[in-house]
């Protein structure tokens, strides 16, 4: 029997995982079968199988999948000599979670959701976040070095606004209309813009 390559292997995975995804952004986690995926991939059920022993564990590949992807972005602006503003940085981001998202953002909804029941997808969100988080400090902290941002904030409250900033784009994508990212790019930048007094009048 032929050996199957490593790449013919990772298609298939992606096979499975984006035809898992349509079916549970159309009717929901918990309402979609391992049959329903079946009939999506056109794969039988050992084909499947092979790689994913249900549907928890597709939805924890695809969450890694994703949060991956978009570390990425952070990686290489907190690497870089003169790191791109956080508009720059989040737009960035946004834009290519949005070319991995071939599903609506409900399912990002949906997937959030499950981690009351799943302490697995949990344990992926809270460290994929958390790193995330992490890579942001770098950032803020290289901004408050460079003179850029005011050093009496802490880095890590700025980073976890930052990050907050993302997710509610995401939740609002989901709940009301997909927005553009252009959308919370340029609110970023209008907030950005604030040049408050250095005093407050009582």
Request: net charge neutral; charged share 20%.
């Amino acid at each position: 029997m032929p050996r199957v390559s490593p790449a013919h292997m990772e298609a298939r995975r992606r096979q499975i995982l984006e035809g898992a995804a349509r079916c549970f952004a159309r009717d929901g986690f918990h309402a979609t079968s391992m049959q329903d995926i079946l009939r999506e991939t056109g794969l039988s059920a050992g084909a499947v199988y092979r790689y994913f022993p249900g549907k928890d564990a597709m939805i924890v590949d695809l969450a890694h999948h994703v949060l991956r992807e978009v570390a990425a972005v952070f990686r290489d602006a907190s690497l870089a000599e003169r790191p791109p503003l956080p508009d720059v940085i989040l737009g960035d981001s946004l834009t290519r979670a949005a070319d991995l998202l071939t599903f609506p953002p409900s399912l990002i909804v949906q997937v959030w959701a499950e981690t009351v029941r799943s302490p697995e997808l949990a344990t992926v969100l809270r460290t994929g976040l958390n790193n995330l988080v992490g890579h942001w400090r770098v950032l803020v902290e290289a901004y408050q070095r460079n003179g850029w941002m005011r050093p009496d904030v802490p880095a890590e409250h700025v980073a976890r606004t930052l990050a907050a900033c993302a997710q509610g784009y995401l939740l609002q994508s989901a709940l009301v209309d997909r927005q553009d990212v252009s959308v919370v790019v340029e609110g970023l930048r209008g907030i950005m813009s604030i040049d408050a007094p250095t005093t407050q009048g009582t």
